[in-house]
Each structure stands twice: as C-alpha cells, then as structure tokens.
C-alpha cells in the first residue's frame, strides 16, 4: 500500500511479529491438539475439580418433536424417555453426556455440537435447552440440560484461541449443570450481563496454565506432550498484541454506549435484528458500519475493516445487550481474580487420577458459592463469599 498500513496487514503483521518474538509457529501447532484429546482433557479436568461424572450418552436425531416427546423434553429430561435410550439431538454430529454427582445422583445432561455446517450459526457459544429448577419438596422440578455450539475444524487440531474458546464454553456448561435454582428468574442464564461471562471466563484460564497445556498437548507422532520450552514460549506469547486487543474492546464498548445512547434509534435497532449493518444511520446520515469503523480506528489508531465487525458482532445490535456490551472486559477482570484464587488452591495432576486437596477443595467452594447460586444471589454478595474480601483489579 505504498508504505501505508491496511486493514488486512494488521493480522499478518501480527503473525510474523509472533513468529520473531517467540519462535512459534501457529499453524504448526495445530496438529499438538487435536479436538477430541483436547475435549477428553478438558471434561475430565471439569469432571474432577467440579465432582462430577460424565458419561457418553446414544443418541438420535428426531426431524420434528412429537407431543409425547415435546412433553419429555420440558419436563426436563431433554428428549431421553428413561434410562439408556437415546437423546434426541438436532443433527448427527451432535455428542450428548449424562452428568451425576460424585455419590451417583442424577444431574442431567449436556449436548455438544462442535463443527461448521451450512446453514449453522457460525460462532460460538452455550444455551440452556432445559432450565435446571428445583422442586419444592426436594429433589429435581426439572433437570438441567445444556448446549455448546462451536465450529471447530473436524481435522488439524486446534489453535490455541480454539483451545481457549473451547474451556470457555463448556464453563458455561458447567453453570448451566450446576446451578441450583428454584424458579427461572434465579437460573445461570439471568446473572446479571455484566457477570455472566464471568465464571467461564474464569474457566478459560486453564487453557493457559502450563500443568495443563502439558496434558493438552500431544506430539502427531510420538503422543508426547509438548516440551517444557516450548510451552513456555506459548504460554509467554499469551500477551502478545493484548494491549491492541484491549484497545478494542473498549472500542466496542464505547460503539455499544453510543449507538444505544439515541432513543429515536432503539426501535430501528430492534426491529432490524441481524440486519442492522445495512442501517444508514438514519438523519444523521452515518451508518453504523461507519460509525463503529471510525470509533475502532480512533481507539486503536490502526485501521479498520467496515464489514470485518458488523457481520460477525451482533451483540450491540440485540435487546439483551444493548449498553451492557462491556460486561465482557467487566466480567475479565472479575474472572482474573476468580481463577488466582482456585489455583492458589495448589498444583493437581491428572495423570495421577485426581486434583489436589487444595484445588479441588477451592474448586469446589467455587462451585457452591458461585455457580450453584445462579441469580439467586447478588454477584458482590458471591464474589465476597468466595474471596473471603472485596474483588481487586491485581490478578488482571
């Protein structure tokens, strides 16, 4: 470009300033983690520290629900009549898992659907299919069943950003199973939006701690798990360009407040729902593909491609969202302090056949006071219980 900085140098740029600093070659990587390794690892570390038990479940992909099978699924079992028989899913590729306490008592189940498809929503993320609810006399009203959608490549391995997208879904899995809530308004899926990320994002940090990535790791050739050196190097490159990724992120932020901040544009933005990028801004004559280009390029200097964000972030555009986008870097601070909190607990070793004492034990306080409470609790009030002192800024 003549010397001058585009768009689309940015990533590359990125990449080759990656691969000088330090020395690793991302692509390359890739075939060290393979989706299902990976998977096995990160469920039995959630099986683990949560005391929980997971188990691979048949199933089969109904077209349409039937009235009796329609009753099934709302009464909270998902599609699986009784014991044994198959869940109904949505699509082959679909995995289910039954999940029960460490004693053996029933919990529910969760769904996994892990690769791109046509037609499939192209991001990732998990969703409650059955709210998980409480009975008043004891026992289960209706038991919880989860969903994580992903588009993960069916071959090659992961990149580590897929690694980490990964634990942070099926955190959102384990809030799903774990809370223990009495009516809907006190499920998972009703903690404030400014929380809500929390407690997964909490969870991602496994993805980057070195005990782990060892486990995560394994060589395409030998099965050896990836040297202590070079998991330094990924671990290190862990920062790489944050403060760019920082930077937009608070442009967002800054986009979401100004673009819900009109009132005269609310009812337009509700009403376009996905199509909202083709909206031309209405009298003030800027667009919102422009208004968000021009807000990144001024936050981050460097500059933006107009289509890039618009098709892919929709969150700002959406009711549940608007003004509450930055809940996202709110909630990465929060789940900075949670997880320096678990492992302080100690160091674990699966290779051994369980956490340590004090992880799990951490872990598991994690779970009773955070998770299991849903929005039945204020999050401060969760946060305070759990940290034993107000939450602080330090481990971020």
């Known amino acids: 470009g003549g010397g001058r900085l585009l768009p689309w140098d ?6 080759r300033l990656r691969q000088e600093r330090y020395g690793l070659d991302t692509e390359a990587l890739r075939a060290w983690f393979p989706l299902p390794h990976v998977l096995r ?73 892990l690769h791109p498809r046509p037609g499939k929503y192209s991001h990732a993320c998990a969703y409650p299919v059955v709210d998980g609810l409480l009975a008043r006399g004891g026992g289960w009203a209706a038991r919880p069943v989860a969903a994580m959608v992903a588009n993960f490549p069916r071959c090659g391995g992961l990149r580590q950003p897929e690694v980490v997208t990964l634990f942070h879904e099926l955190g959102h899995v384990m809030h799903a199973l774990c809370a223990r809530a009495r009516t809907w308004a006190q499920s998972w899926f009703c903690v404030p939006l400014d929380f809500v990320e929390a407690p997964s994002q909490a969870l ?56 819900h901040a009109d009132p005269a544009r609310e009812p337009r933005l509700r009403a376009a729902g996905a199509d909202f990028e083709h909206d031309d801004g209405g009298a003030d004559g800027a667009g919102l593909s422009r208004m968000l280009e021009e807000e990144l390029a001024a936050t981050t200097g460097l500059p933006q491609l107009r289509a890039d964000y618009l098709s892919g972030w929709l969150h700002p555009a959406t009711a549940e969202y608007a003004g509450g986008y930055y809940g996202y870097l709110y909630s990465e601070v929060l789940s900075a302090d949670i997880f320096a909190t678990i492992s302080a607990g100690g160091p674990t070793s699966l290779e051994q056949g369980g956490a340590s004492d004090g992880l799990a034990a951490a872990a598991m306080r ?4 955070v998770l299991e409470p849903g929005a039945s609790r204020p999050p401060a009030e969760m946060l305070r219980s759990f940290l034993c002192r107000e939450p602080t800024m330090d481990a971020f």
């Open 366 to 369: 994690y779970r009773r006071l």
């Open 204 to 259: 991602e940090h496994f993805a980057w701690d070195p005990r782990f990535l060892r486990l995560l790791s394994r060589s395409p050739a030998t099965g050896e798990p990836l040297d202590k050196e070079t998991i330094g190097r990924l671990v290190a490159s862990r920062n790489h360009l944050s403060a760019l990724a920082l930077l937009r992120q608070i442009g967002m932020t800054r986009f979401d407040q100004l673009l």
């Open 41 to 113: 690892i990160a469920l039995d570390l959630y099986q683990r520290v949560f005391g929980l038990s997971f188990e691979p479940l048949p199933t089969r992909v109904a077209d349409a629900f039937s009235p009796a099978e329609a009753e099934v699924a709302q009464a909270g079992d998902g599609g699986a009549e009784a014991e044994g028989e198959a869940v109904l899913t949505w699509h082959e590729d679909v995995l289910a898992f039954g999940v029960r306490e460490a004693d053996g008592a029933h919990v529910g189940h969760f769904l996994l659907d």
């Open 10 to 15: 940015v990533d590359y740029l990125g990449e």
